[in-house]
């Protein structure tokens, strides 16, 4: 796209060069000079006057119209050479002129918002991976700025998608475009109404904008989130700073008291929603965080036979679901070790040690160290546990069959 702008700018330029000197050029074209004109017709006069043709009055009178016009091609001929000096002079201002023109088009033009559009819509299955899957670096801000760029050209291309108009929000949410994001969300919303992440993230540009009107749609969409996944942190959170923001503390609190019991002590968040509660005066004490000691024992020959194999701990709650609360994995040991799960190696946010108040510990021998493969490997299963001061003790021994 630049250099077709370019080359229309230089053509205009050439054919501005050529009209203007066309005239010159043209008379530059006569072969005989007024000189020898003027000669060539003074002997055709004089031929004529002696041979008495031509009376001597009027032998005169031809030769002083003959000088006028021999002075008028002198006149001309040194336009000629004028003009054909002038050349360099156009080609000059040609120069000056392309110089001027792409000094101006560089400063003020869009050839950098062209280049940058093309480039977006070449990486944006890139930009897509890199932001929502998280394969590479992060996108910078000026990476962010060409995803939004080539996901705005994708919508008006091929008409409303829910997934493009949720990224294009949450990227004019991070640079602070807050009712385009708004906007956005609710394009998606209109195609993907429960979709949690989607209201969340709608539920936030909300709540920043403010205003009686806003806090209210914020509360009603993190209702519906809720609705659909009932142990989600982020929404519960926002939850109970759009009760506060409304001035409903009573709500905000019990919101925060929830939020307090189900978050692992050393998440960020814990010690702000802490602090909020205290700051309402409600007495609320640190909870100590939740801890599973084991001690495993593995036969030796197990690790000598199968050197290359895994060992997967995790915690389930007894007859409850299938995801752990808990997980680890370490290559097979040989003899006793000593493990600890905490809160922290939850699988899923929401899901963890403070959960649930009885657990049974499973230890998982896989000789290919993948937790999926079932040939040859085998399980052991601790009896259901009761949390102790928030700690559970279990003892398992594998060996071999």
Do not use: C
């Amino acid at each position: 796209m630049m250099w077709q702008l370019l080359l229309g700018t230089v053509l205009m330029l050439a054919l501005s060069v050529v009209f203007m000197a066309w005239p010159r050029s043209a008379r530059a074209g006569e072969q005989q000079t007024p000189a020898q004109l003027f000669a060539e017709r003074m002997d055709l006069l004089a031929t004529a006057r002696d041979a008495g043709e031509l009376a001597e009055q009027d032998f005169d009178s031809a030769a002083n119209e003959l000088k006028q016009q021999f002075l008028e091609q002198e006149a001309k001929a040194v336009q000629l050479k004028a003009s054909q000096n002038s050349w360099r002079w156009y080609g000059g201002l040609s120069t000056a002129l392309l110089v001027m023109v792409a000094g101006i088009y560089s400063w003020n033009g869009h050839y950098r918002e062209l280049a940058d559009w093309q480039l977006a819509q070449q990486k944006l299955p890139e930009y897509g991976e890199r932001a929502l899957l998280e394969h590479g670096e992060p996108l910078s801000e000026q990476e962010l700025a060409r995803f939004g760029l080539a996901l705005r050209t994708k919508l008006a291309r091929d008409g409303d998608d829910a997934a493009a108009w949720f990224l294009l929000g949450r990227i004019w949410l991070s640079q602070g475009f807050m009712m385009d994001a708004i906007d956005a969300f609710e394009k998606a919303l209109q195609m993907t109404p429960n979709r949690p992440a989607l209201l969340i993230s709608y539920s936030q540009a909300l709540l920043v904008v403010g205003g009686d009107d806003k806090l209210a749609k914020a509360g009603r969409a993190l209702a519906r989130a809720l609705t659909a996944e009932p142990d989600n942190l982020d929404a519960l959170s926002l939850l109970a700073f759009v009760a506060y923001e409304k001035g409903d503390m009573a709500e905000a609190a019990a919101a925060w008291t929830i939020l307090l019991d189900r978050l692992p002590t050393t998440d960020p968040r814990y010690a702000v929603v802490l602090e909020k509660l205290q700051a309402l005066g409600h007495e609320v004490s640190v909870r100590q965080e939740r801890l599973v000691l084991l001690t495993l024992d593995v036969d030796p020959s197990l690790r000598q036979q199968y050197p290359d194999a895994s060992v997967f701990v995790f915690v389930r709650q007894p007859d409850g679901p299938a995801l752990p609360v808990a997980a680890q994995r370490i290559p097979v040991p040989a003899g006793e070790l000593q493990l600890m799960l905490t809160e922290e190696m939850a699988m899923q946010p929401g899901w963890t040690l403070a959960s649930i108040d009885d657990v049974e510990v499973v230890a998982r021998f896989s000789p290919s160290g993948s937790v999926d493969d079932r040939q040859g490997s085998f399980e052991v299963v601790s009896a259901p546990q009761l949390f102790s001061d928030g700690k559970v003790q279990v003892s398992l021994r594998l060996k071999a069959e």
